[in-house]
């Protein structure tokens, strides 16, 4: 069976930003309307960003009198980096601990472990329950990826966020500010702080198959091998029974009213651009482009119409892999109708590999 990837639909996209919102709802004249009736007014041209907090200034900024009254002088960078970071370092020194047990075991037999923030279908904004990297870290934005070695631990983020992790991470960890000047990438640092011949595990669902690739390229300078931890995620290891569940949240059908067009028409329109790629399936993992193919929503992300689902359509037919509780009758029916049969969300893996 050939397998393509995914083109992105483009059809249904979750709200990035608040900006976005604002865009969304301000442009509605239904919206306008409950605003101006509770009264709520701009009062700064729209799309210009707020003045930060209070407290943000005043982390910046100190203020001394004189003679010819107060004035503000702007504190070094340096002493922004020395003031004390939140976070339990205990707690967050003990999961280190755990993690890097878990290096030598024999199933496992690492010498780094890489933890981004993307969940299985590459989502920018994911469920609790999938939130590993967060967990590791203590850093709760919503881009980064953490890298553990048996003596080392760093966190690389964008400039978003750089005040964040400064007062999230503890003590264990070092900051990475990508982007700046000097600021090695993932792989170079691994490069760098390894000896020749180290090998680097990855959780392989969590990794599109160009980021693997390009890893995998990259190491190979000092001789390091990545190694696909396929059965074992181990953030969950260590993560146990605190760990949240994973959302169960009833789906529902978006009426074709609303959608434009039927699902089954989308697929018929998916399949003959299959035939004349000369494939014969295509894994779809995006959960929008799920939602948007199937004429469904759900709501396993917040603030995002999604459900976590794959879908698997060949020429004569088409299954999705989701939680069976999050089916109601309405959706299986509508889902018969439009010749999608039911899996168990965990068996894509086994489906494609046949």
Known sequence: MIVLQSKTFGVLRPVRSAAMQATALFSSPLYSFCFHA???????????????????????????????????????????????????????DEKLRALRELFTRPDVGIDAYIIP?????????????????????????????????????????????????????????VLMRSGNHGVPTTSEWLNDVLAPGCKIGIDPFLFSSTAAKELKEEIA??????????????????????????PSNPTRVHDVEYAGVDALSKLSFLRSELMESGCTAITISM???????????????????????YLLVELSSAKLFIDNSKITKEVKDHLSKSGVDLRPYGAILPEIER
């Open 38 to 92: 509770r009264g709520f007014r701009l009062y700064r041209p729209f799309g210009t960003v707020p003045p930060p907090p209070l407290r943000s200034w005043r982390r910046r900024f100190s203020v001394s009198s004189s003679s010819s009254g107060d004035r503000v002088v702007s504190r070094p960078p340096s002493e922004l980096r020395k003031k004390p970071i939140g976070g339990s370092s205990g707690v967050g």
């Open 117 to 173: 923030s993307q969940d299985a279908h590459q989502s920018e904004f994911i469920a609790e329950c999938f939130e590993r990297r967060a967990f590791i870290t203590g850093f709760t934005g919503s881009a980064g990826t953490a890298v553990v070695t048996k003596e080392k631990a760093a966190l690389w983020t964008d400039g978003r966020y750089f005040l964040q992790a400064e007062q999230q991470l503890n003590h264990s960890w």
């Open 221 to 246: 300078k000092k001789d390091h091998q990545v190694v696909f931890l396929y059965d074992i995620n181990l953030v969950d290891e260590i993560w146990g029974e605190s760990r949240p569940k994973p």
């Open 287 to 309: 959960l929008d482009e799920v939602a948007w193919l199937l004429n469904m929503r759900g709501s396993d992300v917040p603030h995002s119409p999604v459900f976590y689902a």
